[in-house]
């Protein structure tokens, strides 16, 4: 296994030139930082990057020497769902299972929970093996704030003094 340089930028677009060599990542392994990942031609790199990133959306790997390692998304065991997929998705976002949202089907990675859920709605499902790339978990930045304008607000004018005593 040879070693080629680090990666330090992710690319959006396809190169001009044709690319180096791919990696196949399947779901779970497409949220990176920093690690070592090795190609189909058996060949290693590390991809260092500032944050931690989702990689879907992206064409693939830039090597600090230019060469682009295309990013290929791995077939997995999914289960491919028809019919009421509002109320399947509801009870799939319930449970937290990730969910790739189409027009006309949703894929959802297979599991004996997924599997269970779906005999109990009585939906009709089956087996496929396809990439998987379900919509990524919305984050949201809540902060709590404690200077709550009740709690700051002056007592009113005909309120006795607090004793500090609650009996």
């Known amino acids: 296994m040879s070693n080629l ?4 930028r992710l690319r959006r677009d396809a190169p001009a030139a044709p690319c180096y060599d791919l990696v196949v990542l399947p779901h779970q392994d497409r ?3 920093v690690r070592a990942l090795t190609t189909v031609h058996d060949e290693s790199f590390i991809v260092d990057l500032p944050e931690r990133t989702q990689l879907d959306g992206y064409f693939g790997f830039e090597l ?7 990013l290929i998304h791995a077939e997995e065991e999914l289960l491919e769902v028809r019919g009421n997929l509002t109320r399947i998705a509801w009870h799939f976002g319930a449970l937290n299972l990730l969910v790739q949202v189409e027009e006309s089907r949703l894929l959802v990675q297979r599991s004996e929970t997924a599997e269970i859920l779906l005999h109990h709605l009585g939906a ?3 087996l496929t093996t396809e990439p998987f790339a379900p919509e990524a978990p919305v ?5 709590h704030h404690h ?6 607000a002056p007592a009113p004018p005909d309120a006795a003094p ?3 005593d609650p009996f």
């Open 5 to 8: 340089p680090p990666c330090r």
């Open 31 to 33: 949220a990176l930082r």
């Open 64 to 70: 600090e020497d230019g060469r682009v390692i295309e």
């Open 124 to 126: 009709a499902y089956h």
């Open 139 to 143: 984050q949201i930045d809540h902060h």
């Open 147 to 152: 200077d709550h304008p009740a709690a700051t």
């Open 162 to 164: 607090h004793s500090g």
